[in-house]
Structures are given as C-alpha cells and as structure tokens.
C-alpha cells in the first residue's frame, strides 16, 4: 500500500480566517480564533492521520509589516512555512483586496510545491463575488487550484481535503499516527488564556499581553496551573487586573472552564500579572516565549 504524508502549510493576511479553517480541517480547536488580528503569534501544527496517509497542517502568524521584533520574528514563521511546504494553502476571503502583500503572491508564482488558494467566507459574499474573485486567482496564479469555502459553516471542507490529499508526496509519516499536534498542554494553556484577554479587552492590551504557565501539575483528579501574564506598562497591568480584581476573574474563569473542557480534567488556575516593558523586542524573552531561536 502506497502511503502518502507532507507539509500543508496554511498563509495569509489577518483575519482571513487561517485558524478557524485549519482547526475545521484537523476536528480539534488547536488554534485560538478571535476576531482581532494578529491572534496567531505561533506556527501551530495539527496533523490528520488515515491508514494511508498523514497529513500535517501548519497554521501561522497574518502576513504583515513589522513594527517590532515579534512581528518580525512572527513574519519569520510564514517564511519558514513557505520554504518547507509539501503544498502552500493560501487563505484569502471575499472581504479584503486580492493584491494585498503582492510581495507574498509573487512569492507563490516562484514556489516549487503545488498551491490551493482557499476563497474564504463566501457565505457572507454573493455568487458572482465569488466567481469574479476565483477568476482574478486563477489569472495571478494559473498553476493553483482555487476553492471557494466556508470554514465558519464548514462549506466545502470536503473539496479542500482531496486537493491536499491528491497532491501529497509518497512518504512515511512524519509523526506518531495517534499525534494530534507538535504542542504540549502548556502551551495549550497560555493560549486559551491568552485568547480570553484578546476576547476581553480592546485597543493595546492582547498585543501588549504575553502569558507563559509557570508551574503545570497533573494531579489524580485535576490539573493545578499557575500562569503569568506580562504587561509592559503598569497601567495596563491596572486595566488588566480592573477594579478589585473583577476583570483578570473573569478571565480567569472563562479560561479555566475551556481549559476543563480541552484538558477533559478539572482544572485549578492561579494567574497574576507582572509589568516586563520590553519583551516584544528582547530576543532573550522572546526566546524564552519561544518566538525566538
């Protein structure tokens, strides 16, 4: 039997809709999903197994412009995914303008590995939205399939698994076939709290936030979790904490029931919050955090 196993490394601009669409095509929320850009910091992967084949989906960080050495460093993710993909699914949707980070799509022209270019969100666009869209990336990349998609209503999910599968490699698989993900439970932890305080506060505190799990214990009958979230000023830490400690609670809360709920085992959160005002662009803390080598 012929085993087939590769790379589908999944880029983008911001808010397109590359996290939601690779935790519909893996069956598990491994990347947290909110409606602010930048959500993704990390390249995440989750993996798809069958008896003949595997396949290991990359998400990663939105294309764009750094201002500071996380993004750079986050920019550096979706260089890497384009340099070591089996097949590039590239997600756009009916939203944002075709030729936006041209620079990218110029990038896909050169590559040297199959192109699925995924029309996003066309449950909120129109019929002839769509085929006016899959014309104009048919015509900038002529070698690409193009498929227009819905990862929010799970439209057309079946149609992006068979060009992804017709077009991996003959190959072993590259991970355990009962592995789901390349990550471990704390890092799936800072992320479901990490996605709270996007959901929760507005203007520059989820970019200014930064959460690393001190202590992680798996007990017999629950996990006991101590998580730090670093602010870089103290007045975000205030806003960050709010009046009596109201706001940093329901955060709290709302991250440990989803983590019970992922985790399939009680769970028992101590968070706190320390002022560290130049993590984004110190490659010692940012290694640290692991955006970094």
Same mark, same amino acid.
């Given at each position: ?119 996003? %969100?066309?449950?909120? !666009?129109?019929?002839? #939205? @769509? ?9 900038? *990349? ?123 085992? %009680?769970?028992?959160? !101590?968070?706190?919050? #320390? @002022? ?9 803390? *940012? ?7």
């Amino acid at each position: 039997m012929v085993h087939r196993a590769g790379f589908v490394n999944i880029i983008g601009n911001p808010n397109v809709g590359k996290s939601t669409l690779m935790n519909a095509l893996v069956g598990e929320k491994l990347s947290i999903v909110t409606a602010k850009a930048q959500t993704t910091r990390h390249r995440i992967m989750g993996i798809v197994n069958g008896e003949d084949f595997q396949i290991v989906y990359s998400d990663t960080p939105g294309i764009l412009k750094p201002n500071y050495r996380l993004q750079k460093n986050m920019l550096g993710f979706v260089d890497t995914a384009i340099g070591d993909a089996d097949i590039i699914l590239y997600v756009t949707d009916t939203v944002e303008k075709g030729d936006k980070n041209e620079a990218y799509i110029e990038k896909l022209r050169k590559v040297d590995c199959p192109v699925v270019v995924v029309i996003n %969100k066309i449950d909120i !666009s129109s019929q002839e #939205k @769509v085929v006016e869209l899959m014309a104009w990336w048919q015509q900038q *990349l002529p070698g690409a399939q193009i498929i227009p998609a819905s990862a929010q209503e799970g439209f057309n999910l079946e149609s992006i698994l068979e060009a992804v599968q017709t077009r991996l490699p003959e190959a072993p698989a590259w991970f355990d076939k009962d592995q789901f993900t390349d990550k471990n439970l704390r890092f799936f932890a800072s992320e479901i709290l990490r996605e709270k305080i996007f959901l929760n506060y507005s203007e520059e505190i989820p970019y200014s936030c930064q959460v690393e799990i001190e202590a992680f214990h798996e007990g017999e009958d629950r996990y006991e979790i101590s998580a730090v979230i670093y602010v870089m000023r103290e007045s975000q830490k205030g806003i960050l904490i709010g009046k009596g400690g109201a706001a940093l609670k329901k955060v709290g809360t709302q991250a440990r029931l989803e983590m019970e709920d992922f985790f399939q085992k %009680k769970v028992f959160l !101590s968070t706190f919050v #320390k @002022v560290d005002p130049d993590w984004r662009e110190s490659r010692k803390e *940012l290694r640290r955090f692991g955006y970094e080598e």
